[in-house]
């Protein structure tokens, strides 16, 4: 197919692009709450070792597949093995990505709402009680879920739909600085409040007889999670990094930003928490609940600074959220783009209606759905753990598989030097050529079978 194919302008636009997909819910409301739950510090180095050990190798992998054949997980696959049945297993990451987007874009939507609701000064001081209750009540209604869900699939679309250079690329370099600086504003508000050093302890203090096989199983799967691996969508990133960029370098900028950004959410939302005397608890419930409620409640010395806090709050969600959901719409679109042929705008729209339909299934599933059950799981759930707990890890599972036994050494040595331009990357070559074969395959092999039995 003869198409047209974007470059991203530089080194900073494709780690900003990679960065805020990354960057999203994941990193604001499932890192901190797990850094605490599992023994705080500790639990970061063990984050850190399995984001260098496993999700750097499978990062790289989906970066030289992406990177060498400039094409998407489908084409790409079908490209480097041809005649062979890997390129299903690039059809089957796009269709993790679909299924992420549709219940993403739900709690997207939520956060749509939120940010309406601090704009109306709904989380004033006055109202505090009602505030976590609105919650539940939001979120269990038939139609104003779905249109914010339907608000904010339709913006990813928008930004898809200009394409590459002029949608993602230009979103991605003015929303990532601008994500930096809103969530230090907001870790300084935070860690001003009194009581503010407990959840800083929370955080910070670590507790090693907390680390047990379960947290290791969890600094992995949030690991992956946080950087959107084993579903296609930095691999599709990658197919658009000119030949002459550092495929390590990249790699390595987008882990550290979205490593920084996770701590820095951290200590943005901990110390409030703590401050407020209440419970962290996991999930969703941080976010819309808990901290609506603090909002409103430290209103009461501060009511014009924690509404401006609360608007800062939600637009930050929203925009980090953007940034990832244009990042998986993007992946199925290369796809439908690259090997069906369609126009760039017929692809969105097919997309968007086919994850606009699962989408609003999963927001019914808080409300008059709440009874249709797979497996004992919502909607919702079934499709939130379809993808963490399975595909996300077979599929990186299969990326580090490819590259390591499948495509050719020599192949794979030149992506990672970029054609020899970078010795430096050789002399690390055959260390990360040895983690890309064996150890992640190995190690993330048995989580992924562990998984599967229990
Ligand atoms: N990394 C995103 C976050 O932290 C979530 C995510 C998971 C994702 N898988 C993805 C994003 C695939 C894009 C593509 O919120």
């Known amino acids: 197919m003869d198409h047209k194919r974007d470059i991203f302008s530089s080194r900073r636009a494709a780690i900003f692009a990679m960065a805020g997909s990354a960057i999203g819910l994941g990193n604001i409301w499932r890192f901190p709450y797990m850094v605490g739950e599992h023994g705080g510090a500790a639990f970061i180095l063990v984050y850190l070792f399995a984001t260098v050990f496993l999700s750097l190798p499978i990062f790289l992998s989906e970066s030289i597949i992406g990177r060498r054949t400039h094409l998407g997980p489908y084409g790409a696959m079908a490209k480097l093995a041809p005649g062979t049945p890997w390129k299903h297993v690039g059809l089957l990451t796009i269709c993790s990505a679909m299924i992420i987007i549709s219940f993403y874009s739900v709690v997207g939507g939520w956060s749509v709402d939120y940010l309406f609701k601090a704009i109306r000064l709904e989380f004033l001081p006055e109202r505090s009680e009602q505030v976590s209750s609105m919650f539940g009540s939001m979120i269990s209604n038939t139609w104003l879920p779905i249109l914010c869900h339907t608000a904010f699939l339709g913006l990813t679309a928008v930004i898809v739909v200009l394409g590459v250079r002029k949608g993602i690329e230009r979103f991605s370099k003015i929303s990532m600085p601008v994500l930096f600086v809103l969530i230090v504003a907001i870790m300084c508000y935070s860690l001003s409040l009194p009581g503010a050093g407990e959840g800083v302890a929370y955080l910070v203090k670590p507790d090693f007889s907390r680390l047990d096989a379960s947290a290791v199983a969890s ?91 609360a608007i800062l ?19 199925g679109v290369t796809y439908l783009v690259e090997e069906k042929g369609l126009r760039r705008r017929t692809a969105v729209i097919i997309l968007f209606g086919f994850t606009w339909a699962l989408g609003c299934l999963c927001s019914l599933s808080f409300g008059p759905l709440s009874g249709v059950k797979l497996f004992g799981k919502t909607i919702f759930e079934f499709c939130d753990s379809l993808t963490s707990d399975f595909l996300m890890t077979l599929g990186g599972l299969l990326f580090t598989l490819f590259v390591g036994w499948k495509m050719f050494r020599a192949d794979v040595r030149d992506e990672l030097t970029s054609g020899g331009l970078y010795p430096a990357n050789a002399k690390i070559f055959k260390f990360t050529y040895f983690l890309i074969r064996y150890v992640a395959p190995v190690v993330i092999g048995v989580v992924f079978v562990t998984n599967l039995l229990m």
């Open 313 to 331: 709050f939600f637009l930050t969600i929203l925009i980090a959220a953007l940034t990832s959901s244009i990042s998986m719409l993007e992946t």
């Open 219 to 309: 600094a992995m799967g949030q690991s992956f999670f946080s950087l959107s691996l084993g579903v296609g969508t930095i691999l599709t990133y990658s197919s658009h990094i000119r030949k002459s960029e550092n495929l390590i370098t990249s790699g390595l900028g987008t882990s550290l930003f979205d490593l920084l950004f996770a701590i820095l959410a951290g200590f943005a939302v901990m110390p409030a928490v703590f401050a407020a005397g209440i419970e962290p608890g996991a999930g969703p419930g941080l976010i819309f609940e808990t901290l609506p409620y603090i909002f409103s409640s430290m209103g009461v010395q501060m009511p014009v600074l924690s509404s401006v806090i």
